[in-house]
């Protein structure tokens, strides 16, 4: 079945600065790539997406690349600001018969002011 | 107006006991989840439903059933809890499009102890 694996596992960067978390999938069919931010003690909410015909996608501070040969997807945040710290997932999904999505393990991203 | 709600918010329990979780989403959706996050924050889907009909079940112990009604509503319901058990449960619904883009929703999570 899709495995997906995610880097870092903490990430701690100066207010200002560019976070970066990378994730790699395993199942080639996985043709769509959504990325969840989770604040302490709330619920995961989608902050970008990327299915499998786009190679990147652009929403102000965030944008996400995908590499499908590679099998692997990055999330970049420019300008980080105290507000962005939380956990990060990235997700692979797939239809088999019915839409599975696998989360990879989460980045943990500190940012200090 | 909550788009996805699941209670109760808190579940303190005494292992052995059977307890459930209800979920009701209001956005029209077909597709409902659950999934499990442990304390390393690892969030594992447990259960997939589409339009009342489960889709996916990821090798879940036969202790959790869930139940669908209809298609706005997934309960799950655990049987001879376990200190295992315990966890953050999150309700999702989705409505997949043609293009393949599956965003979820998530409710705000119900915290199990088991004792």
């Known amino acids: 079945g899709e495995n997906v694996e995610q880097h870092p596992s903490t990430l701690s960067v100066q207010e200002g600065d560019s976070a970066v978390i990378k994730c790699t999938y395993s199942d080639s069919a996985s043709n769509y790539f959504p990325w969840y931010k989770q604040e302490l003690g709330k619920r995961p909410q989608l902050i970008i997406d990327i299915r499998s015909n786009v190679g990147e996608k652009k929403d102000q501070r965030i944008a996400v690349t995908l590499n499908k040969t590679a099998k692997h997807f990055s999330l970049h945040i420019t300008e980080t600001q105290p507000e962005d710290s939380a956990v990060y997932f990235c997700a692979a999904s797939l239809n088999t018969g019915g839409f599975k999505t696998i989360f990879g393990a989460g980045t943990r991203l500190f940012v200090k002011a | 107006d909550t788009a996805v709600s699941q209670t109760p918010k808190y579940l303190v329990t005494q292992m052995g006991n059977d307890k459930s979780i209800k979920c009701e989403q209001n956005l029209g959706h077909d597709t409902m989840y659950w999934y499990k996050q442990d304390s390393k924050k690892f969030l594992k889907i447990m259960f997939s439903y589409n339009n009342k009909e489960l889709i996916i079940n990821e090798t879940v112990p036969n202790r959790f059933s869930p139940k669908s009604p209809d298609k706005a509503h997934l309960n799950l319901h655990i049987n001879s809890l376990e200190l295992g058990d315990s966890a953050v449960y999150f309700c999702?619904?989705?409505?997949?499009?043609?293009?393949?883009?599956?965003?979820?929703?998530f409710g705000a999570g119900t915290r199990l102890s088991v004792l």
């Open positions: 999702a619904s989705s409505d997949p499009t043609g293009q393949g883009q599956n965003i979820q929703y």
